[in-house]
């Protein structure tokens, strides 16, 4: 890509850090807005932090005003699901409303490029597997639908105001910067991945499995991991083909492989060498048996390629940056 200047909100997370770190690698200038309510500034391992909301629009027109970005990242959300279904005005204003403040910010500067975090979370419990983009979306939280709105709004503000805009529909994100510089540190933790390497650990619990009658091979639920540098490499791609000069639209985001959370343990005991502490209970409410990503839209229009599908790889770049915590 072109060398400019680019704004990443919520660059001080996990997914938003391993994008800075991509655009640093290609020598790109990046200015990172994060109000530091999960992130963390020593996540990020170059450019400019402005700590700030990215909902306050004075603040929006003094940056747009300021600095002439190429493009616009936007990974800032409230990202737990179960918490939305306790308390959806959050959920509705943080992701939703919030984002409509940055959509009417663009309109009112210049027309940048918007690539936004979505999730697979739009789709709700599937009708068919792998998921591809045609799938019906009718999401069962108010986190899915917080996002959804976002998409509807991206397509209305293209069509009245030509906002470029690419959502892209993560599956699972796991993974570590390969040199365990950065990686995942959520706090509540809701993720397989980390929670299976902290219970080794003992930094948190024994695992809970939530369910082992699924209609699943060995019973508990099927998800699609996907290597956070590989999502990286799909912004980048995504960003580059909006200033190319290519259709706004909507991508998935997974591997394509689906591993149930028996197959994530196993696979965690071959990396770490060490047993996982895990009792089996009941059900949660909502959870789909199996949710596996058909990606080949992205790979035929953006050229992405995840480099990092193996699950052997993606555990032992977490474990790294597990044990380089201590
Ligand atoms: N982690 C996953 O598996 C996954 C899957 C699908 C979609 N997503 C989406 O990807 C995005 C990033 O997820 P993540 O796991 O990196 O989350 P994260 O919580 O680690 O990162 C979000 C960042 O946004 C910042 N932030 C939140 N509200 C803000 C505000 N009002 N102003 C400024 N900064 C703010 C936080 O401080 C944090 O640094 C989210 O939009 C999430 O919904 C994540």
Avoid at 22 to 33: D, F, T
Avoid at 72 to 79: E, G, L, P, R
Avoid at 262 to 288: H, L
Avoid at 291 to 312: C, E, I
Wanted: hydrophobic fraction near 40%.
């Amino acid at each position: 890509m072109k060398q400019a200047k680019f704004l990443v909100i919520g660059g001080a997370g996990y997914i938003g850090s391993h994008l800075v770190k991509a655009l640093l690698a290609q020598q790109q200038q990046v200015i990172i807005v994060d109000n530091l309510s999960a992130g963390k500034a020593s996540a990020i391992l170059g450019g400019e932090l402005i700590t700030h909301d990215f909902e306050d629009r004075a603040f929006l027109d003094q940056l747009f005003k300021q600095h002439h970005f190429a493009g616009v990242f936007h990974f800032a959300s409230q990202i737990v699901v179960s918490e939305s279904v306790k308390n959806p005005g959050k959920y509705y204003r943080a992701n939703t409303s919030a984002t409509l403040t940055l959509l009417e910010a663009l309109r009112d500067h210049q027309h940048i490029p918007l690539v936004f975090s979505s999730t697979a979370a739009v789709y709700g419990e599937p009708l068919y597997t792998p998921i591809n983009e045609q799938h019906p979306t009718n999401a069962v939280n108010p986190y899915g639908r917080s996002k959804l709105m976002v998409e509807q709004m991206l397509a209305d503000f293209a069509n009245a105001h030509a906002q470029k805009y690419i959502a892209l529909r993560y599956f699972n994100a796991a993974g570590a910067d390969p040199l365990a510089r950065i990686g995942e540190q959520h706090e509540p933790e809701t993720h397989l991945i980390p929670l299976v390497l902290q219970a080794i650990t003992g930094k948190r619990p024994p695992l809970q499995i939530f369910g082992e009658d699924y209609d699943t091979p060995d019973g508990t639920c099927i998800r699609d991991y996907i290597h956070v540098d590989d999502l990286a490499s799909a912004h980048v791609l995504a960003m580059h083909h909006l200033i190319n000069g290519g259709e706004s639209g909507i991508f998935n985001l997974g591997n394509g492989l689906g591993y149930s959370v028996n197959d994530v343990i196993q696979t965690a005991i071959a990396v770490t060498g060490q047993d996982v502490p895990r009792s089996y209970v009941a059900r949660r409410a909502g959870d789909p048996a199996r949710l596996v990503a058909d990606a080949n839209l992205a790979k035929k229009v953006l050229g992405w390629q995840p480099k990092f599908s193996d699950l052997s790889i993606i555990i032992e770049h977490a474990w790294a940056w597990e044990k380089a915590q201590k």
